[in-house]
């Protein structure tokens, strides 16, 4: 093999040989790519609307952040850009911390939708509870998952009781805790960049605001969006892989468990 040869690597963030902590970091500054492939797989494999719009959100704060850096051209922290070997590239934002901070605000953003759907579809005087005693929150919200506007009864799985409202609290004590992983993932990414000298503290700022900034302005396009998809969603190519709006369902998953409760006996397909 003639010839210099270039390497390929994920965040490839350099830190002390000597410092375990700068290693924890540097292998965390990987995770706003991990974050674009994750919410792809997502996007493939659930096919709902909104997760499309998330990507794409992704995407644009990723360009955002590089043209703002292109046009402010603000330094990288002089006294590690040298060792760091990146004193030729704009600082001003963050990437990494905007991306992350996207994320982050998105996820919460959906946890606060969907809990707003449990408590207003909720019977009166339960509202405030661990959520509604129906598995989709809404009955128009459905056919967005199964197909069947019977399928939005059961909860997690049609047991009532006890046992119901156990797995109703667990799973929401699950959803709570991996937005505060998220949160916590993103104050990691945004102090490792402080830490490992790649960018400045104002720098992480920029990024941080700017990808919460992003989030809340593309929230409320994609609300709008999935609101008026109906037609869309009719179209023949957008039915042939199955591209769903689900936004407006309080729970996915426990509309899913009731539907394919009995094992996935066959039903008629929805197209």
């Known amino acids: 093999m003639a010839g210099p040869l270039n390497s390929f690597c994920i965040a490839c963030a350099r830190f002390a040989a000597d410092d375990r902590f700068g290693k924890l970091l540097a292998v965390v500054a990987a995770a706003p790519y991990f974050t674009v492939y994750h919410t792809a797989v997502l996007l493939h494999a659930r096919r709902e609307l909104h997760m499309a719009f998330v990507f794409v959100g992704l995407l644009l704060t990723s360009g955002l952040s590089s043209a703002i850096k292109s046009a402010l051209n603000h330094p990288r922290p002089a006294t590690t850009c040298a060792l760091l070997g990146n004193c030729h ?107 490992l000298g790649y960018h400045s503290p104002a720098q992480v700022a920029a990024g941080l605001a700017l990808g919460a900034a992003v989030a809340a302005l593309w929230w409320q396009v994609t609300l709008a969006a999935c609101a008026r998809a109906a037609p869309l969603l009719r179209l023949a190519p957008l039915r042939g892989v199955h591209l769903r709006n689900t936004l407006g369902c309080a729970d996915v998953h426990a509309a899913e468990a009731a539907l394919f409760a009995d094992g996935g006996a066959a039903r008629p397909h929805a197209n």
């Open 89 to 195: 590239k704009a600082g001003m934002p963050s990437s990494h911390s905007a991306a992350m901070a996207y994320a982050a605000a998105m996820a919460l953003l959906l946890f606060r939708h969907r809990r707003a759907s449990r408590q207003a579809a909720a019977p009166p005087g339960t509202r405030g509870g661990s959520g509604s005693k129906s598995g989709t929150g809404t009955g128009a919200a459905a056919p967005a998952v199964g197909g069947s506007s019977s399928s939005g009864t059961g909860g997690t799985g049609g047991g009532g009781g006890g046992g119901s409202g156990l797995a109703e609290a667990l799973a929401r004590w699950v959803e709570l805790l991996e937005i505060q992983l998220l949160l916590l993932l993103a104050a990691a990414v945004a102090y490792g960049r402080v830490y």
